[in-house]
């Protein structure tokens, strides 16, 4: 199935804002979730349906989803942030699943 | 609360057989997919595969397919992954997630099964 591609990392100070891009020709007509794992730990689902919040994932974590680019934001970040970030869509078919390569957020 | 919770680390040798498992609770099992996500060491995310428990339908990645089998128990909440010969290159850490049928988003995800395969 199609590759979505991630940037292996970004930095941002703190309070600042993060974005976080997953690409692939025409993304923008599938929906794209992002999850967050930290070291250690087994990710967390942070936003679903491009820009939804599951319960208990703060407002500063936000989404859009057009053309061949979505975008995960964190605004006002914080340094427990810093984690591993991936991007996932549903592709139907025989090999539905797809993630993106991940990215890691440094906090500065 | 909706749970998935995995059996524990597994240290095996080359040529060995594995099953490891995830029982789930909280939900109505038999009408989500449930399937299986590799991580291998400093890596990324990788789907391996799902099963839907209630007609035992399966779904396997290209390069999973052969490598590996996905099956469920329903009187018991369970799945399985099972190996029959594994492979150095069979080290990782897996996970075990539920799909959400809406969107297809993995929610939520068991802690993980690290496996060391290694002579």
């Known amino acids: 199935s199609y590759v979505l591609t991630q940037p292996p990392s970004v930095s941002v100070a703190p309070g600042q804002t993060a974005r976080i891009t997953c690409g692939r020709n025409?993304?923008?007509?599938?929906?794209v979730h992002w999850y967050q794992q930290k070291p250690g730990q087994a990710p967390v689902l942070v936003l679903y349906?491009?820009?939804d919040r599951p319960s208990g994932i703060p407002e500063r974590f936000s989404g859009s989803n057009s053309g061949d680019t979505a975008t995960l934001t964190i605004s006002r970040v914080e340094s427990g942030d810093e984690a591993d970030y991936y991007c996932q869509l549903w592709d139907g078919g025989s090999d539905p699943v797809v993630f993106g390569g991940g990215t890691k957020l440094t906090v500065l | 609360e909706v749970q998935l919770v995995q059996s524990g680390a597994e240290v095996k040798k080359p040529g060995e057989s594995l099953k490891i498992s995830c029982k789930g609770s909280?939900?109505?099992?038999?009408?989500?997919?449930i399937g299986w996500v590799r991580q291998m060491p400093g890596k990324g995310l990788e789907w391996m595969a799902i099963?839907?428990?209630?007609?035992?339908?399966?779904r396997y990645s290209p390069s999973s397919q052969g490598q590996v089998t996905i099956s469920a128990d329903k009187s018991i909440t369970t799945a399985y992954l099972q190996w029959s010969s594994l492979k150095a290159s069979d080290t990782a850490t897996y996970y075990c997630?539920?799909?959400?049928?809406?969107?297809?988003?993995?929610?939520?995800w068991g802690q993980g099964t690290l496996v060391t395969v290694s002579s």
């Open positions: 025409n993304i923008g007509s599938k929906s």
């Open positions: 909280g939900y109505s099992f038999n009408n989500y997919w």
């Open positions: 099963i839907y428990p209630g007609i035992s339908d399966t």
């Open positions: 997630v539920r799909l959400d049928p809406r969107n297809f988003q993995f929610d939520p």
């Open positions: 349906d491009d820009s």
